[in-house]
């Protein structure tokens, strides 16, 4: 799938190399009102779609086909564009203890979070003011996210 960017809501780039846990965050993420770039197998794949529409976050999952996610990472820094890592067991660099780390099995909810945690919608402030909302476990859409943010 490509990104379909729509205006006023974010764009999440999805890395996974695998089909059938890639389409998961792909599915939750639109069902959150995202709009989803990927799921990108490969490391190449995912940075040459940065030069696209660029996503306003990202959902690496470390281990890609073809090698390690790190060079994506660092291109997605290098482009201030913020992003989580999916890392089971693998071992995460120390540059990247920053980063927001899921597990191989973690809560949808938790992926919801992240992207509306570094939100970067025109108009809307970095931290969301939806993240209460979301740490209550309410059912939260992110395209609930751009109206909050005029508020």
Same mark, same amino acid.
């Given at each position: 799938?490509?990104?379909?960017?729509?205006?006023?809501?974010?764009?999440?780039?999805?890395?996974?190399?695998?089909?059938?846990?890639?389409?998961?965050?792909? #599915?939750?993420?639109?069902?959150?009102? +995202?709009?989803?770039?990927?799921?990108?197998?490969?490391?190449?794949?995912? *940075?040459?779609?940065?030069?696209?529409?660029?996503?306003?976050?990202?959902?690496?999952?470390? #281990?890609?086909?073809?090698?390690? +996610?790190?060079?994506? *990472? +660092?291109? !997605?820094?290098?482009?201030?564009?913020?992003?989580?890592?999916?890392?089971?067991?693998?071992?995460?660099?120390?540059?990247?203890?920053?980063?927001? !780390?899921? #597990?191989? !099995?973690?809560?949808?909810?938790?992926?919801?979070?992240?992207?509306?945690?570094?939100?970067?919608?025109?108009?809307?402030?970095?931290?969301?003011?939806?993240?209460?909302?979301?740490?209550?476990?309410?059912? !939260? *859409?992110? #395209?609930?996210?751009?109206? *909050? +943010?005029?508020?």
């Amino acid at each position: 799938m490509q990104a379909i960017g729509r205006e006023g809501y974010p764009v999440v780039l999805v890395a996974e190399p695998q089909a059938l846990p890639g389409m998961w965050p792909e #599915d939750v993420l639109t069902g959150a009102g +995202c709009a989803v770039s990927g799921p990108y197998g490969t490391c190449r794949e995912a *940075a040459d779609s940065l030069d696209g529409t660029p996503p306003d976050f990202a959902v690496v999952s470390v #281990d890609l086909n073809q090698g390690s +996610c790190f060079p994506l *990472a +660092c291109a !997605l820094r290098r482009r201030g564009v913020p992003f989580a890592l999916i890392s089971g067991n693998a071992r995460v660099p120390d540059a990247f203890a920053d980063v927001r !780390l899921f #597990d191989r !099995l973690f809560d949808a909810r938790d992926m919801v979070s992240a992207v509306a945690a570094s939100c970067s919608v025109a108009g809307c402030p970095r931290t969301c003011p939806m993240l209460g909302r979301i740490a209550a476990g309410e059912e !939260l *859409a992110m #395209d609930q996210c751009p109206t *909050a +943010c005029r508020a």
